[in-house]
């Protein structure tokens, strides 16, 4: 298997090569030259498999330069039960009563060391990276700015890591106690975490100026791993076979092939998404794909409307499902790949009309966005969150997160019956406990077996928003070959 540009201006790469990239080097997006197929026989010949087990039977299709031996060896590392907490790794909990027309159930992604779905992909990229620089002699110091998830995931999963440094730039005093604790306790010596003067925009700009400045990239091996990494998407596809196999589990062995599930996916840079869009292409049938935006509702105008018109930051809402606050989905690209037929010159004209107009306009593929893509999508508010959070508390006793309760928002809108609606939980509750609160007067303490996260000792850099101060203090500890 061998991956090309969405803009067509690459030579084919193995996956071992594009794992340490994002972009293509004609600023496209990476994408497989060919989706694998899977037959229903092969799939139903994964169900005795535990997760890592179906993580390495999967990723195998897209990682072929990569040893099978292993590649069941990273997959087994990744996904341990030292670091999940579920037994399961991901497990599928039934939301009684959440809907009189179907049945609703959570898949859950956020048992991993930081609480959030990012951990399923981070964890196997970490692993992943860690064999190919060792492979290729190589090093890599990422560099990134958080305001509170991704950083933490890439620090969880990267720590301790042969031939890898991270540098997380977060602003000062504006992350929860508790993302901090997470982060700035770490203690491991390839971690370092930089609390800048500003907010998180000036950690980004700081990060660009230096990702833009291809010397000082290149003397100091600096990478990113931002949610286009095609690591993290082969890595996320996992989930969706997993949820369907665990939810035909109960169907009779007669019914199970092309017995069809339906996903609702709470949304921001449409990485999650475009991740079952590519196991529904590969052959898992999946009949919807629902997309569920908060306020920065974009992605959800493109799919009723067919126009595609990114705002700027100025235009972003800072909302009660923080994660979802994105106006520029960096991975739709990929889908209009895919809708334009896979057309590198159609690709590179919408993204010429983008730049010219500010906008693409694809209204007359708009039917085949359900027809052939199975997508439908919709918006959540936060008041919705609330009413979401504190309904499925009534009925089925589970506690949600914001993020989790505008895919159960829009799941209720779309699920039909007789069709299992599966909602992925991209967070726990723990780590919002404030809305929480809000919507059903429970008071939400730490996990315990994080208990004493908040007690640690926190270890973190404060400087000022200052690029020669940062370029000196990566300069002399980056991890060199
Ligand atoms: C990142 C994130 C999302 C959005 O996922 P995308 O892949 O960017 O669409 C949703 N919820 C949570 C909690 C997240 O951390």
Redesign the pocket.
């Known amino acids: 298997m061998k991956y090309i540009s969405t803009r067509g201006g690459m030579d084919a790469a193995p996956y071992s090569a594009i794992l340490l990239e994002g972009l293509a080097t004609d600023g496209g997006l990476v994408v497989p030259e060919t989706v694998p197929q899977v037959t229903m026989e092969e799939i139903e010949g994964w169900r005795g498999l535990d997760y890592p087990q179906l993580a390495a039977e999967i990723l195998s299709r897209y990682a072929t330069d990569i040893p099978r031996e292993d590649l069941d060896e990273l997959c087994r590392a990744a996904y341990s039960r030292e670091k999940f907490v579920s037994e399961q790794i991901v497990p599928l909990t039934p939301l009684e009563g959440a809907s009189p027309i179907g049945q609703i159930s959570l898949v859950g992604l956020?048992e991993g060391p930081t609480l959030?779905?990012?951990d399923m992909a981070m964890q196997f990229l970490g692993q992943a990276l860690e064999y190919v620089l060792a492979r290729s002699d190589r090093t890599l110091n990422i560099i990134g700015a958080t305001s509170g998830?991704?950083g933490s995931a890439a620090e969880y999963a990267l720590r301790g890591k042969d031939g890898v440094a991270v540098f997380m730039l977060s602003p000062q005093g504006r992350m929860s106690d508790f993302q901090r604790a997470q982060m700035y306790s770490l203690t491991d010596d390839n971690i370092h975490n930089i609390a800048v003067e500003g907010v998180f925009d000036d950690c980004q700009n700081l990060v660009k100026a230096l990702s833009g400045d291809l010397a000082f990239k290149r003397q100091n091996f600096l990478g990113t791993v931002n949610?286009i990494n095609l690591g993290r998407i082969s890595a996320q596809m996992v989930y969706y076979f997993w949820a369907w196999l665990r939810q035909t589990d109960a169907v009779p062995v007669g019914e199970r092939a092309g017995f069809e599930v339906s996903f609702t996916?709470?949304?921001?840079?449409?990485?999650?998404?475009?991740s079952g869009h590519l196991a529904r292409a590969m052959g898992l049938p999946i009949r919807h794909l629902v997309l569920a935006a908060n306020e920065n509702n974009v992605l959800d105008q493109f799919f009723r409307t067919g126009t595609y018109a990114p705002r700027g930051a100025a235009e972003t809402f800072a909302t009660s499902?923080p994660?979802?606050d994105?106006s520029k989905?960096s991975?739709l690209e990929r889908f209009i790949f895919d809708l334009l037929g896979r057309d590198p010159e159609r690709l590179s004209a919408a993204w010429h009309e983008l730049d010219e107009t500010g906008r693409i306009n694809l209204i007359a593929e708009l039917p085949r966005f359900i027809e052939e893509f199975g997508i439908q999508s919709g918006t959540s508010t936060h008041a919705d969150r609330v009413a979401t959070i504190r309904s499925v508390f009534a009925t089925s006793g589970v506690l949600i997160?914001p993020?989790t309760a505008d895919g159960v928002k829009v799941a209720r809108e779309f699920v039909e019956p007789g069709i299992p609606m599966l909602v992925l939980e991209?967070?726990k509750p723990e780590k919002f406990p404030d809305i929480v609160f809000e919507a059903t007067g429970e008071r939400l303490g730490m996990p315990e077996h994080l208990a004493d996260l908040l007690d640690l000792p926190q270890h973190v850099t404060e400087m000022a928003d200052d690029e020669v101060e940062l370029r000196g203090f990566i300069a002399s500890r980056a991890v060199k070959p």
């Not at 996916?265 to 475009?274: D, E, Q």
């Open positions: 956020s959030a779905f990012k998830d991704t949610s996916v709470p949304s921001g840079n449409f990485g999650n998404i475009l499902s994660s979802m994105i989905a991975n997160d993020h991209t967070a």
